[in-house]
């Protein structure tokens, strides 16, 4: 029996390229299917996914589906989301969608990088 993976997604991309905002939830999805533990770490313009009326408006592609339904994918086979607090700007947890499990700081990804298996950026 192999040892469960930890994989860490640092994502980074946000509303200003929404092209690219389902990729690391759906590959994200895809590595906890194949029994990876995983946690996607909302960075930089990436943390406004976490608000309710971008998650739920913005889309990958002009057809496709939200953003949230990908974040809901990945949290339905096991995914973790995380939210840095970013310093000095206040927070309005009510505005913020209910699959996100945490608001962590630089300092918990900065631990987190050297304690998982896999680091990606996407």
Request: hydrophobic share 50%; aromatic share 4%.
């Amino acid at each position: 029996m192999s040892a469960v993976r930890r994989v860490l997604i640092i994502v980074s991309s946000g509303p200003s390229t929404p092209a690219r905002c389902a990729a690391p939830f759906h590959t994200a999805t895809l590595l906890a299917c194949m029994d990876a533990e995983v946690t996607l770490f909302l960075s930089g313009e990436a943390a406004q996914l976490a608000q309710q009326s971008v998650a739920d408006t913005l889309r990958a592609s002009e057809q496709g589906e939200p953003i949230r339904h990908f974040i809901q994918q990945a949290k339905l086979v096991g995914a973790r989301v995380l939210m840095c607090r970013a310093p000095g700007v206040v927070i309005d947890e009510n505005a913020l969608i209910p699959e996100l499990d945490e608001i962590a700081s630089g300092g918990e990804l900065a631990q987190m990088i050297l304690e998982y298996d896999r680091v990606l950026t996407l």
